[in-house]
C-alpha cells in the first residue's frame, strides 16, 4: 500500500456507503436484488477499509485529508484512535441494521428512497467522526440533521410529520447554535485540528467571557442531539419512525453525534486545563446528572415499549456526558466505552421492541405478557439488553458503569456516585418489569395482530440475526474486556493518548 | 471584450426582431458566448487588476466610461449564466408554457441593460441602464397575459416613480457639481443639505426599486404573477441592479458622518425585512408567493450587511453582502424554476398541490431543497459562506451579541418556511394518473443553479479573498 493511498482512506470511508445510497435513490421500487447488494456491498468495503484504519492507528499512525474551505478553517477529515471508535461502532451497526431494516421494510413503499437516506445518514455519522476540525464536524451535524428527517417522517402520517416537524425545529436550531458558537470561537483562535489537550489554552485568561459564551453556544447545539435536559422534547416523540429508523437514531447516529460532539469538544477543543480554567466542566457534569435522573423517573411512567426506551436512551446517553465531565482518565475510560456499550445494547432493545411489534403486533408493555414462551429469542435478547442497561455483570453496561464508578471516586465525585446508584435503581425499576411479564406471566388473550414472518422460526430471519448479533456482542465484550480487541481497550488507548498530551 | 459584452446582445436582440423564428436560438447563442466572454474577463480582471474603458476614444469627462473590477465581472459572469440557464429552461418548456414570443428579445435586452449598470460608474449612466431595466422587467411581468395586467401596471408605475426620484437627485448633484462620474464626484464631496438630500432621494428611488422594506410591497404580486423563468430572472437579477447603485452611494460617495447615520437605518430595514418576509413566507397560501416573500426576507441580509458595513467599515461583511447577492441568485433561480415546474406539472398555483411531491416529482423537489439549504445558510453552501463571513466580520468587531443573535433568528425564519415546503413534499402523494410523466429536462435545469450554489463551498477562498480587496 502506497502512502498516496492511505491519504484517501478517511474519504474513501465516507464515499463507501455516500456512492451506493446515491446510486439508490435513482433505482426503481422493484429493483430490490441490485438495491441490497447495492447497500451490502457498501457495508462489506467499509468494514474492509476501516478494518485497514484501525490496524494503521493502532500502530500509532494519524490519517489527515483535507480540501481548502475557508480561511483558517480547511475541511479536514482525521483518523485518530477516538475519531475510530465511533466509525467502528457505526459501521458494525449499519450492518446489522441494514439486515434488519432489509427485513422489516420487505414489501412496504417507497423503499428507495428510505435506504439513499439511509445511507447518507450512515455517510453523515461516519464523516463526522472522521471530521478533523469544528468546521468540518459542523457541516456534517448539519448534514446528518438533514439526512435523518426524511426518515423520521417515513410513514407519511400526519403523526409523523408531526414529529418530522419537532424534530426539524429542535436539530435545525440546535445546528444554528453550534454554527454561533463555532464562529464565535473561530474569530477567537481559529479552527485548527482537534488536539489532545485543545488549543484555546493560549486565550483564556484574555477572553475567557467570551470562550464561556462559545462553548455554552457550543454545548446547547450539540445538546440537542445529545438529549440533554431542557432540549431533549425531540427524541420521544421521533418515535414514530420505523423500528430500524429508531434503532439507528438512538444507538448511532443522532444522539452519539451529540455526545460524540461533547467528548470533542471538552478534549480536543478545550481540553482538561482550559476546561478547569474557566470552570466548564461542573455546570456540564450537573446537567448530565439532572438529565440522567430525569430520563430515568420519566422512563418509568411511559407504558408504550418504545417510548420507555427512548427516555431511557436520554438517560443513558448523558453517562457519556457525566464521564466526559469528571475530567478524570477514569471517568472518561468509562464514558468513551460507555459510547460503544449503550449503542450496542439500545439497538438490541429496539430490534427486539421492532420485532414485537412487527410479529405480534404489541406496542405496550402490558401486552408483553408470555411473550417470551412465543419468541424466546427475542425475549432472550431484550432480557440481555435491559440487564446490561442496568449494569449487571457479566454484560458490557457493568463495564462501563464500573468504570464511571471508579472515575468518580478518583475524582472526589461522592454526588456523582450517588446518581449512579440511584439511577441504576430506576434503571431495574423500569427494565425488571418487562422482563418479569416476558418469562413469569401468562399470555393474556391472543396477540393483538399476530403474523407468521417463518415458518420455523419466531419470525422473520432478517429481523433474527442482527439482534442475536447484537446481543452476543453485549456479552462478549463484557466477558472479554480485558483483551486486545474489547472496547475497553480501545478507550483505554485513548484515554492514554488524550491525557499523555504534554 | 468588454464591448463585445454589451454589442452581442444588443445585436441579437435587434437580429431577433427582424427574424423572430430563431430567436431563441439566438438568445440562447448569445447568453452562452457572453458567459465564455465574461468568465474570461473575470480571469483577466483577478490577474491584472481593474479595468477601464471609455466609449470610442472621447476623452474621460465626456465619454461615456466603464470599469470592470473583479465585483462587476462576478456579477456579469452571474447575470449571463444564470440567463443561459433560464434560457434553455424558457426552451425546454416552450410548448407546454405557451411562452410568449417577446421573452426571447426582452430577456437579452435584460441581460445587455444588466451587464452594462455592473460595468457603469457614472451616475447618469447608471440612470439609463437603471431605466431601460425597470422597463424591460415590466415588459417581462405582463408577458402572462391579463392575469399580470395590473401587478404589471403597479410595478411600471413605481418603477417609473423611482427613476424619477433617482434622476432628481442626480439632477441635483450635477448643478452643483457639475461632474457625474463617481470617483471625480468623491473627491470633491462635500456634507451639507444639497448632497443630502440628493442622496435620500437617490437611495428612496432605488429601494423602492430594489424591494427593501419597507418598500417592497409591489414585489410578491409581480414576481408571483410573471411566468416561471421570468420570475427567476426578476428575483435573482433585477432587485440586484438597484442594490448595486445603493451600495456604490454608499460606501464611495457618501461622506463617513453620512455613511454613519444612515447605517442604522439600513440595518433596522434589513432585520424588519427578514422578519416581515419571514413571517408572510410562512403565512401565504400560494407557491410562488412563498418563494417571492423569501426574496424580500433575503434582501434584507443584503441590506443589513450594508447597513453593518457602513457601521464597522470592515471588508469582511462587504464580501459578506456580495456572498448573499450571489448565492440568493443562484438559489432563488433555482427556487423559481422548480416551483414553477411543480405548478406546471402538477397543476395549480396553491401551496396544497407539492403535497407527495418528493414521490410524484423527486427532482424538483429536490432543487427547492438544496436551493432552500442554502437559502437557510446550511454548510457548505454559498448561503453559508456569506452568513460565515458576516458572523466572522461581527465577532471581528468585539462583544456583539445583539446581531448574531438576530441572524440565528431570521435563520430559523427562513428554515421554517423552507421546510414549511419540504415537509409538505414528504406527505404521502395522492394516486396520480396512470399518464403521469413528468419532464426530466426542466426539473435538471432547476437542479443546476442550486448545485452551483453548494459548488460555491469549492470556490470559497478565491471568492471570499476577491471581494475583500474590492472593499478596500
New interface residues.
Given amino acids: 500500500m502506497s502512502p498516496f493511498w492511505l491519504s484517501y482512506l478517511p474519504l474513501a470511508i465516507i464515499l463507501s456507503s455516500l456512492l451506493p445510497g446515491l446510486i439508490i435513490f435513482t433505482l426503481k421500487e422493484q429493483q430490490v436484488k441490485l438495491r441490497i447488494s447495492l447497500n451490502l456491498l457498501g457495508v462489506t468495503v467499509k468494514l474492509i477499509l476501516v478494518l485497514i484504519m484501525w490496524q494503521a492507528v493502532k500502530a500509532g499512525d494519524i490519517f489527515y485529508f483535507s480540501v481548502p474551505f475557508l480561511p483558517g478553517a480547511d475541511l479536514v477529515l482525521q483518523g485518530d484512535a477516538l475519531s475510530l471508535l465511533f466509525v467502528v461502532l457505526s459501521s458494525v451497526l449499519w450492518l446489522a441494521t441494514t439486515i434488519y431494516a432489509i427485513g422489516y421494510l420487505e414489501n412496504s413503499p417507497l423503499r428507495s428512497r428510505f435506504f439513499g437516506y439511509f445511507s447518507l445518514c450512515v455517510s453523515a455519522t461516519v464523516g463526522l467522526a472522521l471530521s478533523g476540525n469544528l468546521v468540518s464536524f459542523l457541516l456534517f451535524y448539519e448534514l446528518l440533521t438533514l439526512a435523518t428527517f426524511p426518515l423520521v417522517v417515513h410513514r407519511g402520517t400526519p403523526q409523523s410529520l408531526a414529529a418530522g416537524r419537532r424534530y426539524l425545529a429542535y436539530t435545525l436550531g440546535g445546528g444554528l447554535l453550534l454554527l454561533t458558537g463555532v464562529a464565535l470561537l473561530h474569530s477567537l483562535v481559529q479552527s485548527p485540528q482537534f488536539v489532545p489537550g485543545g488549543y484555546v489554552s493560549a486565550v483564556v485568561s484574555e477572553h475567557s467571557g467570551l470562550l464561556q459564551l462559545a462553548f455554552g453556544l457550543m454545548i446547547a447545539g450539540l445538546g440537542v442531539k445529545a438529549a440533554l435536559l431542557p432540549l431533549h422534547g425531540w427524541l420521544p416523540q421521533a418515535m414514530v419512525a420505523p423500528a430500524p429508523v429508531s434503532a439507528l437514531l438512538h444507538a448511532v447516529a443522532v444522539v452519539k453525534a451529540g455526545a460524540f460532539g461533547i467528548i470533542r469538544l471538552v478534549y480536543d477543543v478545550f481540553g482538561v486545563e482550559s476546561m478547569q480554567l474557566l470552570q466548564l466542566a461542573e455546570p456540564l457534569m450537573l446537567l448530565a446528572a439532572a438529565t440522567i435522573l430525569y430520563g430515568s423517573w420519566r422512563a418509568l411512567a411511559q407504558q408504550d415499549i418504545k417510548r420507555r426506551l427512548a427516555y431511557s436512551t436520554i438517560s443513558q446517553v448523558s453517562y457519556i456526558t457525566v464521564g466526559v465531565a469528571m475530567l478524570g482518565p477514569l471517568a472518561a475510560v468509562g464514558g468513551l466505552v460507555h459510547l460503544v456499550h449503550q449503542g450496542v445494547m439500545k439497538i438490541t432493545l429496539f430490534f427486539c421492541a421492532g420485532n414485537y411489534a412487527e410479529t405480534l403486533g404489541v406496542h405496550k408493555i402490558n401486552e408483553l405478557n408470555g411473550a417470551g414462551r412465543r419468541m424466546p429469542l427475542t425475549s432472550v435478547a431484550f432480557t440481555l439488553g435491559a440487564l446490561g442497561m442496568i449494569g449487571i455483570p457479566p454484560t458490557a453496561g457493568f463495564i462501563s458503569k464500573w468504570y464511571l464508578g471508579l472515575g468518580a471516586v478518583a475524582s472526589d465525585n461522592q454526588l456523582m456516585l450517588l446518581v449512579f446508584v440511584f439511577s441504576g435503581l430506576l434503571n431495574a425499576a423500569y427494565f425488571l418489569p418487562i422482563i418479569y411479564r416476558l418469562w413469569f406471566l401468562p399470555q393474556r388473550g391472543s396477540w393483538p395482530d399476530e403474523q407468521r414472518l417463518s415458518a420455523r422460526l419466531e419470525t422473520h430471519w432478517m429481523l433474527l440475526l442482527p439482534m442475536l448479533f447484537t446481543a452476543l456482542l453485549i456479552i462478549l465484550m463484557g466477558l472479554f474486556a480485558s483483551t486486545g480487541i474489547s472496547p475497553l481497550s480501545w478507550a483505554e488507548l485513548i484515554v492514554e493518548r488524550e491525557f499523555s498530551y504534554d | 471584450m468588454m464591448i463585445l459584452l454589451l454589442v452581442l446582445p444588443l445585436l441579437s436582440a435587434l437580429l431577433m426582431l427582424l427574424w423572430p423564428r430563431i430567436a431563441p436560438l439566438l438568445a440562447l447563442f448569445s447568453a452562452a458566448a457572453s458567459s465564455l466572454l465574461a468568465l474570461q474577463l473575470l480571469l483577466q480582471v483577478a490577474e491584472q487588476g481593474t479595468r477601464y474603458w471609455l466609449l470610442a476614444g472621447w476623452p474621460s469627462g465626456l465619454a461615456i466610461a466603464w470599469q470592470a473590477d473583479t465585483l462587476s465581472c462576478l456579477l456579469i459572469l452571474l447575470s449571463t449564466v444564470l440567463q443561459l440557464l433560464v434560457g434553455l429552461y424558457a426552451f425546454a418548456t416552450r410548448s407546454r408554457d405557451k411562452l410568449s414570443q417577446g421573452f426571447w428579445p426582452l430577456s437579452t435586452l435584460l441581460q445587455l441593460s444588466l451587464t452594462a449598470l455592473w460595468l457603469s460608474r457614472d451616475l447618469f449612466n447608471l440612470y439609463v441602464c437603471l431605466e431601460l431595466l425597470g422597463l424591460v422587467a415590466v415588459a417581462l411581468v405582463s408577458l402572462s397575459g391579463r392575469k399580470a395586467i395590473k401587478p404589471a401596471f403597479n410595478y411600471l408605475l413605481l418603477s417609473l416613480f423611482g427613476s424619477l426620484c433617482y434622476l432628481l437627485g442626480v439632477v441635483l448633484l450635477y448643478g452643483a457639481y457639475g461632474l457625474l462620474d463617481i470617483a471625480g464626484l468623491a473627491s470633491q464631496w462635500q456634507a451639507g443639505w444639497l448632497s443630502n438630500s440628493a442622496l435620500l432621494l437617490m437611495s428612496l428611488g432605488l429601494m423602492l426599486k430594489a424591494a427593501i422594506w419597507p418598500l417592497h410591497a409591489w414585489l410578491p404580486a409581480a414576481h408571483a404573477a410573471a411566468p416561471a423563468p421570468v420570475s427567476a430572472l426578476l428575483s435573482a437579477l433585477v432587485v440586484k441592479g438597484p442594490l448595486f447603485i445603493l451600495c456604490l452611494l454608499w460606501l464611495q460617495l457618501a461622506s463617513t458622518s453620512q455613511a454613519q447615520a444612515m447605517a442604522p437605518l439600513f440595518a433596522a430595514a434589513g432585520l424588519a425585512a427578514l422578519l416581515f418576509g419571514g413571517w408572510s413566507a410562512l403565512r401565504t397560501p400560494f407557491a410562488k408567493n412563498l418563494v417571492a416573500y423569501s426574496t424580500v426576507a433575503q434582501l434584507g441580509y443584503a441590506t443589513l450587511a450594508l447597513g453593518l458595513m457602513l457601521t464597522f467599515d470592515q471588508p469582511l461583511i462587504f464580501a459578506a453582502l456580495w456572498l448573499f447577492v450571489l448565492a440568493h441568485a443562484l438559489a432563488k433561480a433555482a427556487c423559481f424554476l422548480a416551483i414553477g415546474e411543480m405548478s406546471a406539472t402538477l397543476g395549480g398555483k396553491r401551496l396544497t398541490i407539492l403535497k407527495?411531491a418528493?414521490?410524484t416529482m423527486?427532482l424538483a423537489m429536490f432543487a427547492f431543497a438544496v436551493a432552500g439549504?442554502s437559502l437557510?445558510g446550511?454548510?457548505?453552501s454559498g448561503g453559508f459562506?456569506a452568513?460565515?463571513a458576516l458572523?466572522?466580520g461581527l465577532?471581528?468587531q468585539g462583544?456583539q451579541l445583539f446581531w448574531?443573535l438576530a441572524?440565528?433568528f431570521a435563520?430559523?425564519l427562513s428554515?421554517?418556511y423552507v421546510?414549511r415546503v419540504?415537509?409538505l413534499a414528504?406527505?404521502?402523494a395522492d394516486p396520480v394518473a396512470p399518464d403521469f410523466a413528468p419532464q426530466l429536462v426542466p426539473q435538471w435545469l432547476a437542479l443546476l443553479p442550486a448545485l452551483a450554489v453548494w459548488a460555491m463551498?469549492l470556490f470559497?477562498?478565491p471568492l471570499?479573498?476577491l471581494l475583500r480587496l474590492e472593499a478596500l
Fill in positions: 407527495g418528493s414521490q423527486p439549504g437557510i446550511l454548510p457548505p459562506l452568513k460565515w458572523l466572522q465577532w471581528l462583544e448574531p441572524l440565528v435563520t430559523l428554515a421554517a421546510f419540504v415537509v414528504f406527505d404521502r463551498a470559497s477562498e471570499l479573498l
